[in-house]
């Protein structure tokens, strides 16, 4: 009977052991499933975070370009501007330089014309100024004839040309 009491005893605890090896290997598996449910679920969340990091890259990147296009067309804009402002001044710089010089020929002109005016008083009266005869304009008189009458606007639509010899006006 000891035998059959051993027998039993040993394999009862066998039994146990072998049950609670089988408790401890489907404890292991169950927290190895719940590990990789939940490592499965970590990469998942790890994987929209990526897609979302991504998105909204891609997001900026196109408002990025959208800005970088638009500041080119303003600089292009700006460019033009600036060219046709330059070559605006351009001309007006050629038109003032030629206005400047035409206001000293002009300035030239009426010096010698006052010039003339003070030698006038010869013996007959009527002075010569380089072979201009002073007295027929009749600088001492605002008369139709003169240049400096404002309402003469004959003179006005008249050619000026100053010449380096003594004759100072050519008609």
Same mark, same amino acid.
């Given at each position: 009977?000891?035998? &059959?009491?051993? &027998?039993?005893?040993?394999?009862?605890?066998?039994? &146990?052991?072998?049950?609670?090896?089988?408790?401890?290997?489907?404890?292991?598996?169950?927290?190895?499933?719940?590990?990789?449910?939940?490592?499965?679920? =970590?990469?998942?969340?790890?994987?929209?975070?990526?897609?979302?990091?991504?998105?909204?890259?891609?997001? $900026?990147?196109?408002?990025?370009?959208?800005?970088?296009?638009?500041?080119?067309?303003?600089?292009? #804009?700006?460019?033009?501007?600036?060219?046709?402002?330059?070559?605006?001044? =351009?001309?007006?710089?050629? $038109? !003032?330089?030629?206005?400047?010089?035409?206001? $000293?020929?002009?300035?030239? #002109?009426?010096?010698?014309?006052?010039?003339?005016?003070?030698?006038?008083?010869?013996?007959?009266?009527?002075?010569?100024?380089?072979?201009?005869?002073? !007295?027929?304009?009749?600088?001492?008189?605002?008369?139709?004839? =003169?240049?400096?009458?404002?309402?003469?606007?004959?003179?006005?639509?008249?050619? #000026?040309?100053? =010449?380096?010899?003594?004759?100072?006006? $050519?008609?």
């Amino acid at each position: 009977m000891a035998s &059959t009491s051993g &027998t039993s005893s040993g394999s009862s605890t066998m039994v &146990t052991n072998s049950g609670s090896d089988e408790d401890l290997r489907a404890l292991m598996n169950e927290r190895k499933r719940k590990r990789m449910i939940s490592n499965r679920e =970590s990469a998942r969340r790890s994987r929209m975070r990526k897609q979302k990091h991504l998105d909204d890259l891609m997001a $900026q990147v196109s408002q990025l370009q959208n800005e970088n296009h638009q500041i080119l067309t303003r600089v292009s #804009i700006t460019t033009q501007r600036y060219l046709n402002v330059e070559a605006e001044n =351009s001309v007006l710089r050629a $038109q !003032a330089n030629e206005l400047s010089r035409w206001l $000293q020929s002009l300035s030239d #002109i009426i010096d010698s014309l006052n010039g003339c005016n003070n030698n006038i008083g010869g013996a007959d009266g009527g002075g010569d100024c380089g072979g201009f005869n002073v !007295a027929m304009i009749g600088f001492n008189e605002m008369d139709d004839h =003169s240049f400096f009458n404002p309402f003469n606007l004959a003179y006005l639509n008249q050619p #000026i040309m100053a =010449s380096a010899d003594n004759n100072m006006f $050519q008609y």
